[in-house]
């Protein structure tokens, strides 16, 4: 499974962005898919995940804010960022994979990761 993400930029704080990732190759595999973020000299951290059949699930920090959802279809997912603050500048990365807990997944497919930068 290879994923392509796209999306990111630069946008003043109460801005929106929205993320785009699509998969490609051995889709049929994978039942969720979702996205982390790694601000600098900090751990990657998950940020929302949504699954085939549409159940979601948001870290606290962006609940209320960002929405992930996913096109099937299209095997591709998006993460819409709605009233950015400046500490929500990361690298956000998406993985796919498989869900093994109620709030566990097994992600063994990253995309590469894309900047988004919130400042005045």
């Known amino acids: 499974v290879q994923l392509q993400a796209s999306g990111g930029g630069l946008v003043q704080p109460g801005g929106s962005l929205r993320l785009s990732c699509a998969a490609s190759g051995s889709v049929a595999s994978i039942n969720v898919m979702g996205w982390y973020r790694q601000a600098p000299g900090k751990q990657r951290n998950f940020i929302a995940a949504?699954?085939?059949?549409?159940?979601?699930r948001y870290a606290d920090s962006v609940k209320g804010r960002f929405t992930v959802s996913r096109d099937n279809a299209k095997n591709t997912v998006y993460l819409q960022m709605n009233s950015l603050k400046p500490e929500d500048t990361a690298v956000y990365s998406c993985?796919?994979?498989?869900?093994?807990?109620?709030?566990?997944?097994?992600?063994?497919?990253w995309g590469k990761g894309t900047q988004v930068t919130v400042s005045s």
């Open positions: 949504v699954t085939r059949d549409d159940g979601t």
């Open positions: 993985a796919a994979g498989t869900q093994v807990g109620a709030n566990t997944y097994n992600m063994p497919y």
